[in-house]
């Protein structure tokens, strides 16, 4: 520490430059030097006391050096405050500080949260006040070192009785759960400081963290605001934000109407809980919570907190929450006049990233033209947008700006990146991050489970699982039991299935059910699929019966099936899924008119069943397909090289399987429509353009295996080497077509 304080103080004096003037004594000039600190002024304060020769002698000089202190303190500065520190220490090896000076000091790298330092000089104090408990108290408490504040209070107390300050610090570090935060509360009680404003908005802070607060005699936090004789802002405050973060939005907005119409004023600190309040409001008509947001837009700009950019940042995510169009939200956001920073640029590119992916590439690019440093939720949100994209090449860019910001050791970017690569087709960059994560978490194992299971690696998923050096929790076995639906390990799910409650203690939910239905299903065992569910100890949701329902599909269990999608409309009736499976299982058996009544069904319940969209990178450039390729620009070329390539194809034999045709129309027709899919559009553009050196399709859709045999027989068509190494590459788990792999089983 010593070293460290010698460092600082080698480059304070080299900024000495200037004596004193010699006719003032020195009690006139430690007051200057006291009063230039008080008014801000600490290096020109600083200057003047470093030049005084000799140097003073801390006896003279204790309320200056604590003066000094308490400014270093204030103003952020621990490098002047080391360098004074070491100063003090050197010119007066004899006499030790006071306890006036001490304490400063302790408070000081409190401050700075150098609590080891801080430590160490209480320790070394040979007689302390309740000043210089309270301190090192509060220093643990604004570092949220819980354990610690409560130890350290708790021998106080064979010293001195707390004050308010004492009881304030201890109690915003203590969850509402905890023992020791009812202890302290009870000691506040005996001691009649719980009627004191401070302690008591402790307390509704500490009793609001434990995650129950409601207006009622037996909520504590509750209890505690309602019995307050004398409330001040950080009261009402400390309430609202209770009530935002238990999610009941509806009696925080009624708690700051109440609060206004007293006539008592708001501050940041209100404005921002009672916007992240609209979000968690039940019982209430939406277009009530959302006129209730256009009126305190409209109390925002009144009061002038519109100049307000953490303001404006809630107000535009309260309108996004509320269904508010994006292109409303970016308005508000841009318009600001404001400084927007970081956390502003995140809030937008969180909304553009759920409803946008491609517009928050460009929201960073220009943030980064601003010159705005991202921060680790930037770049979190800005994988995720990636994720969606199919573009390995971006992710790489990103991921290299994460290690140039200092970021490469982030567990939760590097899980990010995980993600990103999965889902741009690259498993093994994914693997190569996983592998350089220094601390994994459970989350780091699970979303490396999800990536094998996504391509149907059960066998590197199972290797990897076993490796596995943390408590696993119910993601990751959801993770596991898709990998082995994918590859059709039926008794290795099963098993898996099983020992999730009898050897880790894990209650199955519905997701484990949809999966294991799923597992069953894809085997022919639909029966059991059938008895797995009747089993469950919960309703199955929607998922396990969309697991049903696709099992039936596969092997024509019509009766079945129309018991799941009974269900499947109770509780999914804005989806599609359905209709569509509904539609194909009447189809397949000939069906027609029953497929007509349910796609009659369909549009009369206004659903529309979301576009199929494959994906393909040719150099650098991400071309999106949809069924019937209208979207392209070069669609009339592609069709033209889709219809030669068909006319070879019947050639060698090969015949369409048009069983999954929805409609009863001719069999040119269906035969056609099937051609026209868009995964096969993606691979034909592939064909035309096989000169590029980098070629990644991906499939948006889960089940589509009409088009895996139809991807196999073109490389027997074009003799020459290059088409085939374009369907290979297509094919490939490591760039990404889809699901290819976890359904190749089937044919």
């Not at 801000?40 to 140097?55: I, K, R």
């Not at 080391?82 to 030790?96: D, E, G, K, R, V």
């Amino acid at each position: 520490m010593l070293r460290l304080y010698s460092r600082a103080y080698s480059r304070t004096l080299t900024s000495i430059n200037h004596q004193p003037p010699p006719s003032l004594d020195l009690q006139t000039i430690l007051g200057q030097v006291g009063a230039l600190a008080t008014r801000g002024q600490l290096n020109e304060a600083l200057t003047l006391f470093y030049a005084l020769q000799p140097p003073p002698s801390l006896i003279h000089c204790n309320q200056t050096y604590a003066t000094l202190f308490h400014a270093c303190a204030r103003h952020s500065s621990l490098r002047q405050g080391l360098s004074l520190h070491h100063f003090m220490l050197a010119h007066n090896q004899i006499t030790p500080p006071d306890l006036f000076v001490s304490n400063h000091l302790i408070n000081m790298y409190s401050k700075f949260g150098c609590l080891d330092h801080a430590r160490h000089l209480f320790d070394e104090m040979p007689k302390r006040n309740l000043v210089t408990w309270t301190a090192l108290i509060s220093g643990y408490a604004q570092r949220g070192l819980a354990d610690n504040c409560f130890r350290l209070f708790a021998a106080m107390l064979a010293h001195h009785l707390p004050n308010e300050f004492a009881f304030a610090s201890v109690l915003s570090s203590c969850a509402a759960e905890t023992v020791c935060g009812r202890q302290v509360h009870a000691l506040a009680l005996k001691m009649s400081l719980d009627a004191c404003t401070y302690v008591a908005n402790a307390l509704i802070t500490m009793y609001s963290k434990g995650g129950v607060c409601d207006v009622s005699q037996d909520d504590d936090a509750w209890k505690v605001f309602a019995t307050m004789e004398s409330r001040n802002l950080i009261s009402w405050n400390s309430m609202i934000a209770g009530f935002q973060c238990c999610g009941l939005g509806a009696q925080a907005l009624h708690l700051f109407v109440q609060m206004h119409l007293d006539g008592l004023e708001f501050d940041r600190a209100t404005l921002l809980s009672v916007f992240s309040s609209l979000n968690g409001v039940n019982g209430i008509d939406d277009l009530v919570v959302a006129k209730f947001c256009y009126q305190l837009h409209c109390l925002v700009v009144k009061t002038g907190f519109i100049l307000v950019i953490e303001v404006v940042t809630a107000i535009v995510k309260a309108y996004s929450d509320l269904g508010g169009d994006v292109a409303d939200c970016y308005r508000l956001f841009s318009e600001t006049s404001c400084h927007r920073d970081i956390v502003a640029w995140t809030g937008i590119m969180t909304i553009y990233s759920q409803r946008d992916p491609e517009e928050v590439i460009s929201l960073f690019c220009q943030l980064r033209w601003e010159n705005l440093t991202p921060d680790r939720y930037t770049f979190s949100i800005v994988l995720k947008a990636y994720a969606s994209l199919a573009t390995e090449r971006h992710a790489s860019a990103v991921h290299s700006q994460v290690i140039k910001a200092g970021f490469g050791g982030d567990t939760v970017l590097a899980n990010a990146l995980i993600h990103a690569y999965a889902r741009c087709g690259s498993i093994s960059l994914s693997k190569q991050v996983f592998d350089e994560i220094e601390v994994r978490d459970v989350v780091s194992w699970n979303t490396m489970l999800k990536a094998y299971a996504l391509y149907g690696q059960a066998a590197d998923a199972l290797q990897l699982f076993s490796q596995m050096d943390m408590k696993p929790d119910s993601a990751t076995f959801v993770s596991l039991l898709c990998a082995c639906s994918h590859a059709g390990l039926v008794e290795e799910g099963i098993k898996i299935f099983d020992s999730m409650l009898e050897r880790y203690g894990i209650v199955p939910l519905c997701d484990h059910y949809a999966c294991m239905v799923d597992i069953l299903g894809r085997a022919g065992r639909v029966g059991e699929a059938e008895k797995l569910v009747s089993r469950m100890p919960m309703e199955p949701d929607s998922v396990v019966w969309s697991a049903l329902l696709g099992s039936c599909r596969k092997h024509g269990h019509t009766q079945l099936a129309k018991l799941a999608a009974d269900r499947l409309k109770e509780l999914a009736p804005e989806g599609s899924l359905v209709y569509v499976q509904m539609s194909n299982i009447y189809s397949s058996d000939g069906n027609f008119g029953e497929a007509g009544l349910i796609r009659k069904e369909m549009k009369g319940s206004r659903v529309k069943k979301e576009p199929g969209l494959s994906w393909i990178e040719i150099r650098n450039q991400v071309h999106v397909f949809s069924s019937g390729g209208r979207r392209h620009l070069e669609r009339n070329l592609i069709s033209r090289e889709l219809k030669e390539l068909v006319g070879r194809l019947r050639e060698i034999g090969y015949v369409p399987d048009t069983s999954s045709s929805l409609h009863d129309v001719e069999e040119e027709h269906k035969e056609e429509q099937l051609y026209h899919h868009s995964e096969k559009l993606a691979l034909v553009f592939a064909i035309m353009n096989e000169s590029s050196l980098h070629c990644k399709t991906r499939k948006r859709l889960y089940r589509w295996w009409p088009s895996l045999t139809y991807f196999k027989v073109p490389s027997l068509v074009e003799s020459s080497r290059r088409v085939v190494m374009i369907i290979e590459k297509a094919c490939s788990s490591d760039h990404g077509l889809g699901h290819g792999l976890d359904l190749g089983a089937q044919f």
